[in-house]
């Protein structure tokens, strides 16, 4: 049974940058993601990356702003924001599969929270 935890989140202004993090531990797996869930919104695909960091797939909504990562050696992935919005607000999940980039996915963090203020 994989546990996930995912640790970095806060608040931070509109235009700032902020990076979250996700330990893996109990197995190895290709593929990693992240999610996020906004108030009153569902849970929505952000980024994912392979176990070898050469295929990544973003949302369209965070293209060119966040930055997908991975260092299997110390089983930790991470996701680097930048040109941070309001619209990023929300709890940020970490997952796990051994399918494809967009899953599905089979285990989950407990997430961190990211609040952007305007």
């Known amino acids: 049974q994989a546990q996930l935890v995912e640790s970095g989140g806060g608040l931070v202004q509109a235009g700032g940058s902020l990076r979250v993090s996700c330990v893996v531990s109990?197995?190895?797996?290709?593929?990693m993601g992240w999610f996020r869930q906004a108030p009153g919104k569902e849970r929505e695909f952000v980024a994912a990356?392979?176990?070898?960091?050469?295929?990544?797939d973003y949302a369209d909504s965070v293209k060119g702003r966040f930055t997908i990562s991975r260092d299997n050696a110390k089983n930790t992935m991470y996701l680097q924001m930048n040109s941070l919005k309001p619209e990023d607000t929300g709890v940020y999940f970490c997952?796990?599969?051994?399918?494809?980039?967009?899953?599905?996915?089979?285990?989950w963090g407990q997430g961190t929270q990211v609040t952007v203020s305007s």
């Open positions: 997952a796990v599969t051994a399918s494809g980039l967009r899953g599905p996915y089979d285990y």
């Open positions: 109990g197995g190895t797996f290709s593929t």
């Open positions: 990356i392979s176990w070898s960091g050469m295929r990544t």
